[in-house]
């Protein structure tokens, strides 16, 4: 599975925008009885546990408690202060989890990841940028010094799974998405982990993944049982509780960020977890970031039919509903606030649906505007393509030329707009 593979049209899809069927967006600020939420504390006692409520219901599922509550084991296996030519300390740690008592998971369940972490060498600790990988820690920078670990992976022809050390030739081989120099020489770290250490991102590949460790064996599936992405934002959640303790680490300025499926994962975790201090959104689309309401590039019954395991089994009914489901991107960005929230598409990324995600961006503005920050201002237009707006508030939004994908003109304008709230780190 390569993230950049789908940025394309696909046949039978809609994209143009004067054939959208009416719709009305979710409004943030209207809770689902009606009632207007017209201050602070109705948002943070009602109206956000509420949106997070119907996401578990409908869409991501709920994350378990025990789960939430799962003891992990954290081991620094390696560590560098000249990595990367001395632009960095490296650090790798083997974080591992426990099963939840009484739970005896499959053998071949997921006990632990991988997370690489890099530090600028001349100024630590450093605010640092969590994502998820797709290709394995190996592939982010060209640097000898990784340990990688298996990546997944179902050979053409072929019915089974295979997991097995990568080629040496991908080391770097998504460094272009990364720009892990880029980031140090501004003053911020990188801390990622390969996303299949959680869970193969394969249709019947549960018996592989980590939530084998807290949901009951033979137990029936329930309605909001959580999928892979609910498993992914969980396993960003633990790399915090790490980052947390490490004192390389200012835990008070983590970024998560994600490409893709993984940006959708990025906003889920965002979501919940309110020790993230931004979300740097890239091109999460239609689950993620997007307006689904609009229907414009993918669907969910697209969503369902390629990957049903990413979401709650409730998700299903929503098929051939996309104007009726009780969620959407504009709400999900909305739990970010009154966080740093930045919201990147590209233009030719039409199945994700740019103009949805801008729309999002908008509207999850009087969210922060209710909370009393600067952000979007309401009905104003989508910028010119490679034009970045918002950076005066805690809302920004930008649509690079180019296809799905993560390149330096992203990862540019979010560190001068984290540089903007947190301060340039290279003059602190
Ligand atoms: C597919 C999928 C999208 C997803 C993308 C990706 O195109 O339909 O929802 O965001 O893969 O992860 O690259």
Redesign the pocket.
Known sequence: VA????AQRIPGYLYDESKIASYTMLDPLRMENGKPVTNAAMWNAQRRPEILRLFEENEFGRTPDAARAAVMHAKIIERNDYALNGLAVREQIELTFDPAPGVTPPAEASRSMRLLLYVPHVQHPSPVVLGLNFLGNQSVVDDAGILPTPVWSKPKGSTALVHELPAESTRGSGAQQWQVEMLLKHGYGLATIYYGDLEPDFKDASQYSVRQLFDRPGAVQAQDAWGSLGAWAWGLSRAMDYLENDPLVDASHVAVTG??????AADWAAAQDTRFAALLST??????QSIQRRALG?TVQ??EH??PYWFCPAYAQWVGHDNEIPVDGNLLVALVAPRLLYVASAKEDE??DPKGEFLSALSASSVYRLLGEKALPPDIPMPAVDTAIGFDGDVAYHERAGK?DVTSFDWEHYIVFLNRHWGDPETL
């Not at 993230?3 to 789908?6: C, R």
């Not at 490409?259 to 959708?264: C, E």
């Open positions: 993230s950049s593979a789908s490409h893709s499926r993984l940006g959708k091109e999460s689309g239609h689950g993620g993918e697209h969503l390629s990957f199945w994700s799905h």
